[in-house]
Nanobody, 127 residues
C-alpha cells in the first residue's frame, strides 16, 4: 500500500505564495500529480511530474505561476504556488499512478488513472 501525505496548505492574500508537499511512503518511482477540487466541480489536474522528474505538465490556468518538483530521493513532491489568485482556492490533492503508467501529455489530467490519493490540503486565497 502506498500512502500519500500532503502538507503546506493555508490561507494567503492575492499575490501570495504557498508551497505544498506530498510525501510518498514507498515505490517512489511513479508519475505523480496535484489535483484540486472545489465543491460541485470536478477534480481538476493542476500539475504532474514524470517518475524521473525530467518532464512536467501544467494546466493552462497555472502555467508560469506554479512549479512542480521533487527532491532527489523522490520521497517528496512539491508544488510551489506563486502569484496566487482567489480562483486558486480549492482542496489540493496529491495523487500517484501505478509504477508502470507514464504521465502522458493528455493522460496526466485523468484522475481515474491515479491509484493512490492523499487526504487533501486546503488552500484559500482572499482578495
Amino acid at each position: 500500500q502506498v500512502r500519500l501525505v500532503e502538507s503546506g496548505g493555508g490561507s494567503v492574500q492575492t499575490g501570495g505564495s504557498l508551497r505544498l508537499s506530498c510525501t510518498v511512503s514507498r515505490n517512489v518511482n511513479r508519475c505523480m500529480a496535484w489535483f484540486r477540487q472545489v465543491p460541485v466541480k470536478e477534480r481538476e489536474g493542476v500539475a504532474a511530474i514524470s517518475s524521473g522528474g525530467d518532464t512536467t505538465y501544467y494546466a493552462d490556468s497555472v502555467k508560469g505561476r506554479f512549479t512542480i518538483s521533487q527532491e532527489n530521493a523522490k520521497t517528496t513532491r512539491y508544488l510551489q504556488m506563486n502569484s496566487l489568485k482567489p480562483e486558486d482556492t480549492a482542496m489540493y490533492y496529491c495523487a500517484a499512478k501505478p509504477p508502470t503508467y507514464a504521465c502522458g501529455s493528455v493522460s496526466w489530467r485523468r484522475s481515474d488513472d491515479y491509484t493512490y490519493w492523499g487526504q487533501g490540503t486546503q488552500v484559500t486565497v482572499s482578495s
